[in-house]
């Protein structure tokens, strides 16, 4: 499952650096998930990094894409062979 930022969002640009796929992206108001780049970090770290470094808690799982940590490391191969 891709992460989705809410409109919790403060603008702060704390998980853009974050990302290791660099599937975070500053939006017209706030950060943005390109659900095709997150892997939720499967491959690189144990947890999404984005979400431990977010202030105000604003990222969460996005239920219009559910993965399974199978499908999180076929992506994360791809994105990186």
């Known amino acids: 499952m891709a992460l989705i930022i ?3 969002c403060i603008n702060c640009a704390a998980c853009e ?3 290791p796929n660099t ?3 500053e939006g017209q108001n706030i950060y943005i998930i ?3 780049l997150c892997t939720e970090c499967v491959g ?3 947890e ?5 470094v977010c202030p105000v808690d604003c990222i969460v799982k ?3 894409h559910e993965e399974s ?3 999180l490391m076929a992506k994360f191969k791809k994105l990186h062979p």
Do not use: M, R, V
């Open 23 to 25: 599937a975070i992206a």
């Open 62 to 64: 996005d239920p219009n």
């Open 17 to 19: 650096p974050e990302c």
């Open 48 to 52: 999404p990094k984005c979400i431990t």
């Open 6 to 8: 809410n409109e919790e």
């Open 34 to 36: 390109n659900p095709d």
């Open 69 to 71: 940590k199978d499908q």
């Open 44 to 46: 690189f770290h144990d």
